[in-house]
């Protein structure tokens, strides 16, 4: 059994006035036990940053986040305990959609004072690199186009290009990064089945008419269809954010309007928490979507 431990000490909140999430500074001791004794030696504090689009994800208020932040940022110490690389803490520790669960711990369970053996476990995987919101928007895809097909006879998702699915996996780090991701998810956002859209929409093919103007007329023809422009609003956000790569020009006020809509920054400073707030929007957008097909498939009784 290992000799060595940890001891968490307090938890405490330092996020800035107008941030979209939280910053924690914890503090912990790195020591053994000698009988009954604990005897520190040496004492770390690394700083927590949460992303706000976590916390909705979890459904956690600011008051308990404080507690379960604490708990998932222990496990990481922990983990890298365990490989001797506490030293990999050099910066802030992250906790987001890319390296935090899906789910909160199941308790908040670390309190200062809590001691922790730390077993040896070299052969720990590695950590994921990209967000389960990337995977949780495939499914989603392959749902809406499962429905579409058998409600109106087609996919109403399409797939032309494959890169920028892949660019959908990546995180951003830096200002080119999260350009390119913005780009391929708009790619992504468009790819739609414009013939479809206008054959359940009734419109014919001379008239001119957006690609997200049209989907939200095509799910106005659905009975339970309040959820239309909280579908299409994401979506033409992101075509204005999209717009606004390399330069925004005459495109200045909706692409201003799209960063307050995104909660971004301007300009973007920090580019993994502006992509993940981005990303979660489309999530939230192709669920509603998902969930108005569905809600009409089982209407129909399956039919």
Same mark, same amino acid.
């Given at each position: 059994? !290992?000799?060595?431990? *940890? ?9 800035? !006035? ?8 914890? %503090? ?19 700083? *927590? $940053?949460?992303?706000?689009?976590? @916390?909705? *994800? ?16 222990? +496990?990481?110490?922990?983990? &890298? ?27 908040? $369970?670390?309190?200062? %004072?809590? &001691? ?17 919101? +990337?995977?949780?928007? !495939?499914?989603?895809?392959?749902? *809406?186009?499962?429905? +579409? ?21 990546? +995180? ?11 780009? !391929? ?11 479809? &859209? ?16 049209? /989907? ?5 023809? /659905? ?19 999209? @717009? ?16 307050r809509y995104f909660g971004l920054t301007y300009p973007v400073t920090d580019f993994s928490v502006g992509w ?16 108005? &097909? ?10």
């Amino acid at each position: 059994m !290992s000799n060595k431990f *940890i001891r968490f000490l307090k938890l405490r909140e330092i996020t800035p !006035s107008g941030l979209d999430g939280h910053r924690y500074r914890m %503090g912990f001791e790195v020591g053994e036990k000698r009988g009954d004794t604990f005897h520190p030696l040496q004492m770390r504090e690394v700083e *927590i $940053q949460v992303s706000g689009t976590l @916390q909705a *994800i979890w459904g956690k208020s600011d008051s308990q986040m404080s507690a379960y932040s604490g708990t998932s940022a222990a +496990s990481h110490i922990l983990d &890298l305990a365990k490989k001797n690389s506490l030293d990999a803490l050099d910066g802030p520790l992250l906790l987001n959609t890319y390296t935090a669960p899906k789910t909160p711990p199941e308790s908040p $369970q670390v309190q200062p %004072g809590l &001691l922790i053996p730390v077993e040896e476990a070299p052969n720990l995987p590695e950590p994921r690199t990209f967000s389960f919101l +990337s995977d949780d928007i !495939s499914e989603l895809r392959d749902q *809406i186009n499962a429905l +579409s097909k058998d409600l109106w006879g087609d996919r109403l998702l399409l797939l032309s290009q494959e890169r920028p699915l892949f660019d959908m996996y990546k +995180s951003a780090q830096t200002a080119d990064e999260f350009r390119l991701r913005v780009q !391929s998810l708009g790619i992504i956002a468009k790819d739609l089945n414009r013939a479809l &859209l206008r054959q359940v929409a009734g419109v014919t093919p001379d008239v001119q008419i957006g690609d997200f103007v049209l /989907l939200e007329r095509a799910i106005h023809t /659905l009975p339970n269809a309040g959820s239309a422009e909280a579908i299409g609003a994401p979506l033409k956000q992101l075509n204005n954010l999209r @717009q606004g790569y390399p330069t925004h020009g005459d495109n200045a006020k909706m692409f201003l309007e799209a960063h307050r809509y995104f909660g971004l920054t301007y300009p973007v400073t920090d580019f993994s928490v502006g992509w993940e707030s981005v990303l979660a929007k489309y999530f939230e957008s192709i669920r509603s979507l998902r969930d108005v &097909l569905s809600a009409e498939w089982n209407k129909r009784g399956g039919k």
